[in-house]
DNA sequence: TATTGTTATACTCTATAACTATA
DNA sequence: TATAGTTATAGAGTATAACAATA
């Protein structure tokens, strides 16, 4: 069987890490963290919605009355054609309209119904809920600085 | 600790962040920093080998000689099933080779080949630079830091 | 010409279930 | 019965390219 311990000493790290050069790099913890959360995430879904990205979709539309697809989309860093079936989703859910803007008739401008804003705030909820149950082992500070760091990567790595 | 401080009305956050309560959940924005991470990290391997994933099973195949697939895919975080793709992807890169083990002739034991130990310093050389120019905007402190957090998700994220 | 929303298409990554050959 | 590897299949999520309507 393969056992191989790389020695920690006294390395502020967790679990007896790294066993490999591949716990050093960023992008692979990044992942790993990444998919743990995402599966969670999902379980604790347990509303009409498919999944994580039509959740922060709503939120968004809900933040941002008559936001437009394209806007939405470079908001959400995916792709115009991506975001159709998300949108046809909440509307099919009546969580928003699509509604037409006087002045361009091109622009489908994005609003909540009410019964969007409804399922927004207990969505947002639940899922508030899910983090701090999943990331109770962090202190409010480290979730700080763990966000804080994130989304410096978020304005800084997109070139 | 030596984090720039960009003053939103007090909140000691990078980018004008947050325009949403969407920007305050770990979730969103580790999947967001990941979704830049490996988009990059993909440009980056201009290598044979197809994507990230692979690159990955090799350097463990190659810190844990005679690693069976079983074990790999508990180390990767994956399904059993899904290796298999993998390492026919590197056993035709003559990058490892299945070896069968005198005992139990179900286990294939994995064991890298000196092309494909070549191909992982190669590699992770390539990685490591991207990995350098990608995160610039981050001092080596935060970078632990991130890393640390990270691995906390990683090894108590799993239930 | 450029942009908005859209469709069609393909690719990556992953999971589930069932099979086979061993144990 | 249980385990290791495998196959088949499906489902998210994403990107690229092309199109129609409109600017």
Do not use: C
Not at 28 to 52: C, E, H, W
Not at 90 to 115: H, M
């Amino acid at each position: 069987m393969a056992e191989r311990r790389v020695e920690t000493d006294g390395d502020p790290q967790v679990g007896g890490w790294p066993q490999s050069e591949l716990d050093d790099l960023i992008g692979y913890n990044l992942k790993r963290a990444y998919v743990i959360t995402q599966a969670d995430f999902r379980k604790a879904l347990t509303n009409d919605m498919s999944g994580p990205r039509v959740f922060s979709a709503l939120m968004l539309v809900s933040d941002f009355p008559n936001i437009t697809q394209s806007e939405l989309a470079r908001m959400l860093g995916i792709e115009r054609s991506g975001l159709v079936a998300i949108v046809d989703e909440l509307e099919a859910l009546s969580y928003l309209q699509r509604t037409t803007v006087p002045g361009d008739r091109r622009v489908q401008a994005l609003v909540a119904t009410k019964k969007g804003e409804a399922a927004r705030q207990k969505t947002l909820k639940l899922v508030q809920e899910h983090e701090e149950r999943l990331f109770a082992f962090l202190t409010q500070d480290e979730r700080d600085t763990l966000i804080g760091l994130l989304r410096k990567i978020r304005k800084f790595g997109t070139d």
